[in-house]
């Protein structure tokens, strides 16, 4: 949730993570409790749900790099599945930058690390 509020906040939205989490619970932005929905970003009308791809490795790189060159944002699951992302740059090799929003030390992943991918338009 952090990580799409920072991408929203990107593209123009005027949001924070308290203030997406608290309008995605009363416009129905979670599933089962605590997940989710991807989609409920669209609502916003400065970025659009574009793909979910599911496993790691399931974007190749060069589509990955891509999106990044055209400002599109990428939200990915790191850390064998417990924790979410939002990729900002490509910095060589398999590394790429992120702002994490549980770890402030932490800015970049590798490639490897990284398992689902969310990508907006």
């Not at 932005?29 to 989609?39: A, D, F, P, T």
């Not at 790099?65 to 910095?91: C, D, E, F």
Request: charged residues 10%; aromatic residues 14%; positive net charge.
């Amino acid at each position: 949730m952090s990580s799409v509020a920072m991408a929203l906040k990107t593209r123009g939205s005027n949001v924070d993570p308290g203030t997406f989490n608290s309008w995605l619970i009363s416009n129905g932005g979670y599933v089962s409790g605590n997940l989710l929905v991807w989609g409920a970003a669209n609502a916003f009308n400065t970025m659009k749900l574009q793909n979910y791809y599911k496993g790691y490795g399931s974007l190749g790189q060069g589509a990955l790099q891509g999106m990044i060159s055209r400002k599109q944002p990428v939200v990915v699951n790191v850390k064998n599945g417990g924790h979410w992302v939002l990729v900002t740059g490509y910095a060589g090799g398999n590394t790429y930058t992120v702002n994490d929003p549980g770890f402030s030390a932490v800015n970049s992943y590798e490639y490897g690390a990284m398992g689902n991918f969310v990508v907006y338009a």
